[in-house]
């Protein structure tokens, strides 16, 4: 694959339903990838579970159709099957009805007691088609799924999660492994949906790399391949690696020491801090390598704007919600430096986000998280509309990266670029990490990476150093553990 980020593409629903068209007008047939497709669930499936007695539940379109593919390839190998079927089976149509005719076994009313004396389940009741939560037996199925906890096998997507969004329609099966087809959708990889798949196996299933390409490919997943870290100049110094500031708080001085700490080992040449001088001791008595500057007056902060080597700033950690943050944050954004918000600089803004989004002209990055999003963006409600949208919508109307920081991260640019993070670990929801992440952006603006690059790259560094330290961590040792992660991902210092 010439482009590394091809294989990192997601496709949405929609471009997934496109994609099987185009494949078509190529000359592969729908039957052609619905028989793949079946056929690929097969090979996962017995590659993973022996052979016993499987129930395989089909829905009313084209994820049955694929469950009757399975279920004629598990018997042709000898698995006792047994199919139940969500409708009338006159009612399918299309290659579902063909694969029908295929299967000659009997077609039973999907019903709970198909499960009985089953030791697998294949779920191929819905899939991309899913528009509304599930009901009736098709939810009685489902809910004795988990009550008999047998193993399930999911075809394209669990039913009850939304390809799209991964928010669940009704409750979707605890799934033991996914099979999904040309690209992973966004709901594989956003909660719910990420924790319901289980393993996930994308399958190839015959659709032309032309055909998938042809689609409007701005959704990744985040992955080192998709942007390129700054590395030193031999022949530089410690300017040509930007100077960074934090604009620190006068009280809670912990969240600006760790965004400090976190821009540095991200590899900015120099970092300083803008704070009240009665706490400056603190700010450089905790890293003799941080530089502090005076932040008491209006007059500070022009002294620090014509200060141009001071490349990159970062507002809001511990800086104190209120008007006089705002303010400042507001004459940098028409300074048009590129800028971090983080925390109280956003918060600050809850009552009048328009008044932040209009002052937006250069390079600029919101790191909310949940509260701090639907303070700056009460309609954009995530667990309405998806993470992936909400974030999306976010980036066009702030004129800003945005990045929705949780679990499954999502970061949007303006122009619909978009990345969902996959390499978090749960003991990142700890006190102080979200510092650290908006350091790692600064620090990363401040070498000259444009900001949605820098902003997945740092939420990648991010999940990766909480990957390195593990259990017990506290946001402290994120920095710390950044060496580890860039050696790793540069390999060893080369020794010329
Ligand atoms: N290129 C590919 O990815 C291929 C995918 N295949 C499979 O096709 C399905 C999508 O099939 P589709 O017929 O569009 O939808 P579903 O089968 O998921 O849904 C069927 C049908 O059900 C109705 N429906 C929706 N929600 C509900 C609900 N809650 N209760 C009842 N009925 C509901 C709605 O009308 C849907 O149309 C994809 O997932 C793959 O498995 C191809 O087989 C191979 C190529
Ligand atoms: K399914």
């Not at 700054?230 to 930007?242: E, I, M, N, V």
């Amino acid at each position: 694959m010439s482009d590394p980020s091809a294989a990192l593409r997601l496709l949405t629903v929609a471009e997934s339903a496109a994609a099987d068209h185009a494949a078509a007008v190529a000359g592969v047939p729908g039957i052609r990838l619905m028989e793949n497709a079946g056929q690929r669930v097969v090979e996962a499936l017995t590659a993973r579970f022996a052979r016993g007695p499987v129930a395989v539940l089909c829905g009313p379109g084209n994820n049955g159709g694929d469950g009757f593919v399975i279920a004629r390839r598990l018997a042709e190998a000898g698995w006792p099957v047994r199919l139940g079927l969500l409708g009338d089976p006159a009612a399918l149509t299309g290659d579902a009805a063909h694969m029908r005719d295929a299967w000659a076994g009997p077609v039973e009313p999907l019903s709970p007691a198909l499960l009985e004396g089953a030791g697998l389940a294949v779920d191929a009741l819905f899939g991309a088609g899913l528009t509304r939560p599930l009901e009736g037996v098709a939810a009685e199925v489902i809910a004795a799924l988990g009550q008999r906890r047998l193993p399930v096998v999911a075809v394209d997507l669990p039913s009850g999660i939304a390809g799209d969004t991964g928010l669940a329609l009704g409750e979707a099966p605890d799934c033991a492994l996914t099979v999904t087809f040309a690209r992973a959708k966004p709901g594989h990889w956003l909660l719910p949906g990420r924790l319901k798949r289980g393993e996930l196996v994308v399958a190839d299933i015959g659709i032309p790399e032309a055909a998938v390409a042809a689609q409007d490919g701005r959704l990744w997943l985040n992955d080192p391949a998709l942007w390129t870290l700054p590395r030193p100049d031999p022949a530089g110094h410690k300017y040509s690696r930007g100077h960074a500031l934090v604009v620190g708080g006068g009280r809670l001085t912990g969240a600006g020491r760790l965004a400090a700490r976190a821009a540095r080992r991200v590899g900015a040449g120099l970092l300083s801090v803008a704070a009240p001088a009665a706490v400056h001791a603190l700010y450089a008595g905790d890293q003799p390598g941080v530089m502090v500057r005076p932040l008491d007056g209006p007059g500070d902060l022009d002294a620090l704007l014509t200060d141009s080597r001071l490349n990159a700033w970062l507002l809001g950690p511990g800086g104190g919600a209120g008007e006089v943050l705002a303010g400042r944050v507001l004459t940098v954004l028409a300074s048009g430096r590129p800028v971090v918000l983080d925390a109280d600089a956003l918060t600050s803004f809850a009552e009048a986000p328009q008044s932040l989004f209009r002052a937006v002209r250069g390079p600029a990055v919101l790191t909310p998280h949940g509260g701090e999003f639907a303070r700056l963006f009460p309609d954009l409600d995530p667990a309405r509309l998806g993470r992936l949208e909400a974030t999306r919508a976010a980036a066009r109307r702030s004129g800003a990266v945005v990045v929705l920081k949780a679990f499954d991260s999502v970061v949007a640019a303006p122009d619909g670029r978009a990345v969902i993070n996959a390499n978090a670990v749960p003991d990142l929801a700890s006190a102080g990490t979200g510092d650290v992440l908006a350091g790692f952006v600064l620090g990363l603006l401040a070498q000259g990476m444009a900001p949605f690059e820098a902003t997945c790259a740092a939420v990648w560094l991010h999940g990766a150093a909480g990957r390195a330290v593990g259990p017990g961590l506290i946001a402290e040792d994120l920095p710390e553990a950044l060496p580890g992660v860039l050696r790793h991902l540069f390999g060893a210092p080369d020794p010329r």
